[in-house]
């Protein structure tokens, strides 16, 4: 058993009435790592976080966070206990200075403080800003620091860096390894940049068709020849 990992999926199966979009999909998270979580179009990868942060309901299997069983519990439920998830924008308000709403998110959480969150990500600068006057690359940045208000253990991000330029995903990628080992963050990150993935990630698994294709460190899942054959080498 394993109550020592921060999060743990067991046998997660998510169904959208004929398609089965996650298959028995099991994976364990330890404090402080970063997963990589990669696959083809469709293999299951959002579906698979909506299923973690509680947003979608499960078929079967379960989700653990830190030892307990939290497959009962809703989206808010789960946040509050430290699973949390970016969501593509759209938990931003675009006319909203920054440090309001950062407060904003604070205030529904016990004990938050979203200056030192701001301080971390390098937002506090712009704290007086709002939101549609900054780059796309430091909205992206306040959707992960909304998402770290109260210090949650762990992070679910799906393709926080879609639309990022090299370097501001580099950028972002350097936050996220500061986040991991200083605060002891443990990030599950969907990315389909095969460089900043196997870049960033301390381990990776690879879903296919909803179900685990492969798992284990960057090197190990390079050289696995059911990921080789499913990429045809350009993850190698
Ligand atoms: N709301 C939905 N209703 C019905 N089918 C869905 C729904 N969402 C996803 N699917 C199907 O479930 C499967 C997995 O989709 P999912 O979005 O989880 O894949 P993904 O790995 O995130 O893909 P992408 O890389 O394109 O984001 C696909 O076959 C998809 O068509
Ligand atoms: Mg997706």
């Given at each position: 058993?394993?109550?020592?990992?921060?999060?743990?999926a067991?046998?997660?199966?998510?169904?959208?009435?004929?398609?089965?979009?996650?298959?028995?999909?099991?994976?364990?998270l330890?404090?402080?790592?970063i997963?990589?979580?990669?696959?083809?179009n469709?293999a299951?990868k959002?579906?698979?976080?909506?299923?973690?942060s509680g947003?979608?309901?499960?078929?079967?299997?379960?989700v653990?966070?830190?030892?307990?069983d939290?497959t009962?519990?809703?989206?808010?439920?789960?946040?509050?206990?430290?699973?949390?998830?970016?969501?593509?924008r759209?938990?931003?308000?675009?006319?909203?200075?920054i440090?309001v709403?950062?407060?904003?998110?604070?205030?529904?959480?016990p004990?938050?403080?979203?200056?030192?969150?701001m301080?971390?990500?390098?937002?506090?600068?712009l704290a007086g800003?709002v939101a549609?006057?900054?780059?796309y690359?430091d909205q992206?940045?306040?959707?992960?620091?909304?998402?770290l208000?109260?210090r949650?253990?762990v992070l679910?991000l799906?393709?926080?860096?879609?639309g990022?330029?090299?370097?501001?995903s580099m950028?972002l990628?350097r936050?996220?390894?500061?986040?991991a080992?200083n605060w002891?963050?443990s990030?599950?990150?969907?990315?389909?940049?095969?460089?900043v993935?196997?870049?960033?990630?301390?381990?990776?698994?690879?879903?296919?068709?909803?179900?685990l294709?492969?798992?284990?460190t960057p090197d190990?899942?390079?050289?696995h020849?059911?990921?080789?054959?499913?990429?045809?080498g350009?993850?190698?």
């Amino acid at each position: 058993m394993s109550a020592n990992y921060a999060l743990e999926a067991r046998d997660l199966s998510v169904r959208y009435g004929g398609v089965t979009a996650n298959d028995g999909v099991s994976m364990h998270l330890a404090q402080g790592e970063i997963r990589g979580l990669i696959g083809p179009n469709g293999a299951g990868k959002s579906t698979f976080i909506d299923a973690l942060s509680g947003r979608r309901a499960i078929a079967a299997g379960s989700v653990h966070l830190a030892g307990s069983d939290i497959t009962a519990l809703g989206v808010v439920e789960r946040r509050l206990l430290g699973l949390s998830r970016s969501f593509q924008r759209t938990s931003i308000f675009p006319g909203m200075r920054i440090g309001v709403q950062m407060e904003l998110a604070a205030s529904k959480i016990p004990d938050a403080d979203p200056d030192e969150v701001m301080r971390e990500l390098g937002l506090d600068r712009l704290a007086g800003r709002v939101a549609d006057e900054i780059s796309y690359g430091d909205q992206r940045r306040l959707d992960i620091a909304l998402a770290l208000v109260g210090r949650p253990s762990v992070l679910l991000l799906d393709e926080p860096m879609a639309g990022l330029s090299v370097e501001e995903s580099m950028k972002l990628a350097r936050h996220l390894r500061n986040l991991a080992r200083n605060w002891g963050v443990s990030v599950l990150l969907v990315e389909h940049d095969m460089e900043v993935v196997f870049g960033i990630s301390d381990s990776i698994t690879v879903l296919e068709t909803g179900k685990l294709l492969a798992e284990g460190t960057p090197d190990e899942v390079r050289a696995h020849p059911k990921v080789r054959e499913a990429y045809l080498g350009s993850a190698a």
